[in-house]
């Protein structure tokens, strides 16, 4: 079992900057891939980006290509999405995910995630 905890969401204006982590517990993350996912409401949760704990390889959506980054620490069994250049349709709340097992596979489908956190808000102003 792996819980997960983010945490570093909040209001920013548009051009700013916020840095998330994911705080994973339970286990120590091997090989696994940890994606973040967005939602806001009445629409679907979407991919963001994730990336391969073990091989450190990530996958970034086109719509925050370039702005957004991840990346992740062995000590601290942590993974943090660090959002710059932030836009309003950024808002939504942010949630990490887990998949325990081929790493290497980009595949965004959020069903193919197995644990889940509680989510961060992130609400960007115009």
């Known amino acids: 079992q792996v819980q997960l905890k983010e945490s570093g969401g909040g209001l920013v204006q548009a051009g700013g900057s916020l840095r998330l982590s994911c705080q994973a517990s339970g286990r120590t993350l091997s090989r696994d891939r940890v994606g973040w996912f967005r939602q806001t409401p009445g629409k679907e949760r979407e991919f963001v980006i994730s990336?391969?704990?073990?091989?450190?390889?990530?996958d970034i959506a086109d719509s925050v290509k370039g702005r957004f980054t991840v990346w992740r620490d062995f000590a601290k069994n942590t993974v943090s999405l660090q959002m710059d250049s932030l836009k309003p349709e950024d808002t939504a709340v942010y949630y990490c995910?887990?998949?325990?097992?081929?790493?290497?596979?980009?595949?965004?489908?959020?069903?193919?995630?197995?644990?889940w956190g509680q989510g961060t808000q992130v609400t960007v102003s115009s």
């Open positions: 990336i391969n704990w073990y091989g450190g390889s990530s």
């Open positions: 995910a887990v998949r325990a097992r081929s790493p290497e596979d980009r595949t965004r489908s959020l069903l193919q995630y197995r644990y």
